[in-house]
Each structure stands twice: as structure tokens, then as C-alpha cells.
T-cell receptor, first 113, second 116 residues
């Protein structure tokens, strides 16, 4: 069955430290891949997306993600986190032309001062 | 321009009552989606409207849930005879193209529903 896994429920990093949030998917073909962020009291905001081409994707707020076909992964990274990055992060996948986006269960990021 | 708006922002109801949740998509967006986000869970797809095509209702959890989209714009999600397990945040999203899930979806702030 098609699925998206975010193995880390909650991560805490120090401000200024680097960050990597993991995302693995299970699909028969290469899906379209997304990362969304949900700040407290806010709607979901798209950070970045991968459809094709360069496997390293740059997004907003200094985030990037790398698609690794061999590992069925699309991990989100940021070299230096800021306190304002504290939020819930969702990885999502969709098949080309599909009406549904399948979301992972999310990773809550806390920032240690 | 304005983003996706949803109303009410919060709704408290009693078990067994019907509720209606409203979504105003971004003007010109042809696709509209409803999701449900339960506490500590990811987003669960409910229903998808694309232009004048028949909606994809495959995510609706029971026949107590229904949705309509009038005039290709505003959408209403109705939950009949609400149950406590319906308590969740209901999110609406819209996208510009008619290509379905591969287009960027813009989300509203959600309606937080609490069924007592």
C-alpha cells in the first residue's frame, strides 16, 4: 500500500544547530514530493516540492530537501535553525495527476534556546 | 490577494447535532480539497472537487459526511449526527490547476471542531 513515513514524532535541536527531518515513502513509481510546515495557529504552508529534475530542492525559509530514489527518501534539511522554525513539519506525496496528497503523520520540531 | 478562508474558526457542538463548515478558496482556483487532522495525526484526505467534474469522495469516513461546492467556488462540508470521534481540525485547500494533487495546494487556517 502507498504510504508516507516520518519516523521522528518529536525532535529538539538547539538554535543555530543543523536540522534533518526524515521522510520515507512507499510507492510503485516516483511520486511528487512535498514538505509543508504548520506553525501554531497557522495553516499549512508549502516549504518546497519535488516534481522532477535536480534531486536537491531549495525551498523557502532556508530549507532544502534531497530526493534519494534508492532510499525512497525525501529528507528536509536546514543548516542553522532559528527559534521561529519551531513548528510541525509534514512530508507529503502524490502520484502524477492524482487528486490525493498523502500526508505523513508529522514531526514536531522544538528549538532549545 | 486573499488566501483560503474557513469559517467558523472554532465550533463546539453536542453529539448528534449536524454541523456545516465553510471554505472560501482562492479566487480562480479550480480545485478544492477537504482534509481532517485529528490530534497528533497527519492529514486525512476527505474529498476533492475539480472544476465541474464529479468529486472524489473516496476519503469520506462515513455517509454522515458530505460536501458540496456551489458555483465552482465556496464549499460546505456537512457532518450529520456528529460523534465525539469527529472532533478534529478540518482543513480546506485549493489549487490553481485542474491536474489534481500534483499542483501546489494552499491551505486555510482550519475549523477546529469539538463534539461534546
Amino acid at each position: 500500500a502507498q504510504s508516507v513515513t516520518q519516523p521522528d514524532i518529536h525532535i529538539t535541536v538547539s538554535e543555530g544547530a543543523s536540522l534533518e527531518l526524515r521522510c520515507n515513502y512507499s510507492y510503485g513509481a516516483t511520486p511528487y514530493l512535498f514538505w509543508y510546515v504548520q506553525s501554531p495557529g497557522q495553516g499549512l504552508q508549502l516549504l518546497l516540492k519535488y516534481f522532477s529534475g535536480d534531486t536537491l530542492v531549495q525551498g523557502i525559509k532556508g530549507f532544502e530537501a534531497e530526493f534519494k530514489r534508492s532510499q525512497s527518501s525525501f529528507n528536509l534539511r536546514k543548516p542553522s535553525v532559528h527559534w521561529s522554525d519551531a513548528a510541525e513539519y509534514f512530508c507529503a506525496v502524490a502520484l502524477s495527476g492524482a487528486s490525493k496528497i498523502i500526508f505523513g503523520s508529522g514531526t514536531r520540531l522544538s528549538i532549545r534556546p | 490577494g486573499a488566501g483560503v478562508s474557513q469559517s467558523p474558526s472554532n465550533k463546539v457542538t453536542e453529539k448528534g447535532k449536524d454541523v456545516e463548515l465553510r471554505c472560501d478558496p482562492i479566487s480562480g482556483h479550480t480545485a478544492l480539497y477537504w482534509y481532517r487532522q485529528s490530534l497528533g495525526q497527519g492529514l486525512e484526505f476527505l474529498i476533492y472537487f475539480q472544476g465541474n467534474s464529479a468529486p472524489d469522495k473516496s476519503g469520506l469516513p462515513s455517509d454522515r459526511f458530505s460536501a458540496e461546492r456551489t458555483g465552482g467556488s465556496v464549499s460546505t462540508l456537512t457532518i450529520q449526527r456528529t460523534q465525539q470521534e469527529d472532533s478534529a481540525v478540518y482543513l480546506c485547500a485549493s489549487s490553481l490547476m485542474m491536474a489534481g494533487g500534483t499542483e501546489t495546494q494552499y491551505f486555510g487556517p482550519g475549523t477546529r471542531l469539538l463534539v461534546l
